[in-house]
């Protein structure tokens, strides 16, 4: 199952509202999740079965959708959630990734 | 707060074989299953394997299927990944990671990572 991300980067700036979406290439029903991943750490898990968020996760992040069409949205970005953000299927196997989103301070 | 600590990284020249291993210490992995997750420097997240709670299921990338053997040992509460006929584009960061529950669907979304260990595929 193939994910393709857009945009593949943006810029915004704080405080701006930030949507980032995910595209299966056939239905996962919402087995989706997002994770965030700042330069030269290990991912962080944020939002899991496409719309929970993950405990201690700032209530900012959202996520929605269902079937083939995710999105993560970011109500109010704030310094640090500069970073790249990638989407991940957990359908079936092989588990694979979305190419990644990075979001840049404009 | 889990930890996961890899280890076994390290040069390696093509077609040699190396072991990682991932432990966390003070916390019991065995109700959990367990991944691994490389990225090539630059690049994005690729799936490499995971292993479940229950003996034999393990499911690999088709990139290192026949390669790469993941395995697990709760009596050391270690995650294992051998890696054998290493190629130049195996070269990544390895991440092992923590499902958040030992069946399907939580098995195969990544609560807890480790900080990643570099293999480096050169003559």
């Known amino acids: 199952i193939q994910l393709t991300q857009s945009p593949s980067s943006l810029s915004a700036s704080v405080g701006d509202r930030v949507t980032i979406t995910c595209r299966a290439s056939q239905g996962i029903s919402s087995y989706l999740v997002w994770y965030q991943q700042k330069a030269g750490k290990a991912p962080n898990l944020l939002i899991y079965a496409a719309s929970t968020l993950q405990s201690g996760v700032p209530s900012r992040f959202s996520g929605s959708g269902s079937g083939t069409d995710f999105t993560l949205t970011i109500s109010s970005l704030q310094p640090e959630d500069f970073a790249t953000y990638y989407c991940q299927q957990l359908n079936s196997f092989p588990l694979t990734f979305g190419g990644g989103t990075k979001v840049e301070i404009k | 707060e889990v930890q996961l600590l890899e280890s076994g990284g390290g040069l390696v020249q093509p077609g040699g074989s190396l072991r990682l291993s991932c432990t966390a210490p003070?916390?019991?992995?065995?109700?959990?299953?367990l991944s691994w997750v490389r990225q090539a420097p630059g690049k994005g997240l690729e799936w490499v394997s995971t292993?479940?709670?229950?003996?034999?299921?393990?499911h690999y990338g088709d990139s290192v299927k026949g390669r790469f053997t993941i395995s697990r040992d709760n009596s050391k509460n270690t995650l294992y990944l051998q890696m054998n006929s290493l190629r130049a584009e195996d070269a990544a960061v390895y991440y092992c990671?923590?499902?958040?529950?030992?069946?399907?669907?939580?098995?195969?979304?990544?609560?807890?990572w480790g900080q990643g260990t570099l293999v480096t595929v050169s003559s």
């Open positions: 003070g916390f019991t992995l065995s109700s959990y299953a």
């Open positions: 292993v479940g709670t229950v003996d034999g299921d393990t």
């Open positions: 990671a923590k499902g958040r529950g030992g069946s399907y669907p939580e098995s195969r979304t990544f609560d807890y």
